[in-house]
T-cell receptor
Framework: AQTVTQSQPEMSVQEAETVTLSCTYD???????LFWYKQPPSRQMILVIRQEAYKQQNATENRFSVNFQKAAKSFSLKISDSQLGDTAMYFC?????????????FGKGTKLSVIP | DTGVSQDPRHKITKRGQNVTFRCDPISEHNRLYWYRQTLGQGPEFLTY????????KSRLLSDRFSAERPKGSFSTLEIQRTEQGDSAMYLCASSSSSGPTGELFFGEGSRLTVL
């Protein structure tokens, strides 16, 4: 069984500053995918960024980037130039690669507040 | 808007009553998922459909829960004899089997309160 741990229940950041959200995971799988999903208040959850474990290069999507450390089983999200619209719950998630894997395992989430 | 839609958005019921939630996925998506999210927790997987076939069920899905996806389009999640512990947000998501693994498109959820 896989577990995903987010050790920061809440964080805040000043607008335009940079913030890093932490995530660690535990698995015996050798190949898998990692994700950060964003859930704004009263709105649907959306995918922010996706990382394939066999790729050493860290994924980036505009202001969002990850620091993937496979040996340490760590997958942090960096948000640069924070904007008010980044205020949301952020969930780290994991899924094994391969056929028959349909179940995303989520962490408990980090509530991020961007302060004007 | 052609995103995932869920109905009703909010449901308040008394313990012991039955409730049903409906999910309409993105039309071209053949995969559909139900998750449950309680306060302070991340979403927990309940069940998965590929087209009309229910291929995976979590142990969280007790015999009071049943999900269907007739004709591989919309899905329903029914909870019979509701208990206070069933109070949660029920999230539906869909994806395409030709899309990137793990990229799910979520609805806004159906919030259940059991009194």
């Amino acid at each position: 069984a896989q577990t995903v741990t987010q050790s920061q229940p809440e964080m805040s950041v000043q607008e335009a500053e940079t913030v890093t959200l932490s995530c660690t995971y535990d698995t015996s799988e050798s190949n898998y995918y990692l994700f950060w999903y964003k859930q704004p208040p009263s709105r649907q959850m959306i995918l922010v960024i996706r990382q394939e474990a066999y790729k050493q290069q860290n994924a980036t999507e505009n202001r969002f980037s990850v620091n993937f450390q496979k040996a340490a089983k760590s997958f942090s999200l960096k948000i640069s130039d924070s904007q008010l619209g980044d205020t949301a719950m952020y969930f780290c998630a994991f899924i094994p690669a391969g056929a028959g894997s349909y179940q995303l395992t989520f962490g408990k989430g980090t509530k991020l507040s961007v302060i004007p | 808007d052609t995103g995932v839609s869920q109905d009703p958005r909010h449901k308040i019921t008394k313990r012991g009553q039955n409730v049903t939630f409906r999910c309409d996925p993105i039309s071209e998506h053949n995969r559909l998922y139900w998750y449950r999210q309680t306060l302070g927790q991340g979403p927990e997987f309940l069940t998965y459909f590929q087209n009309e076939a229910q291929l995976e069920k979590s142990r969280l899905l007790s015999d009071r829960f049943s999900a269907e996806r007739p004709k591989g389009s919309f899905s329903t999640l029914e909870i019979q004899r509701t208990e206070q512990g069933d109070s949660a947000m029920y999230l539906c998501a869909s994806s395409s089997s030709s899309g990137p693994t793990g990229e799910l498109f979520f609805g806004e959820g159906s919030r259940l309160t059991v009194l």
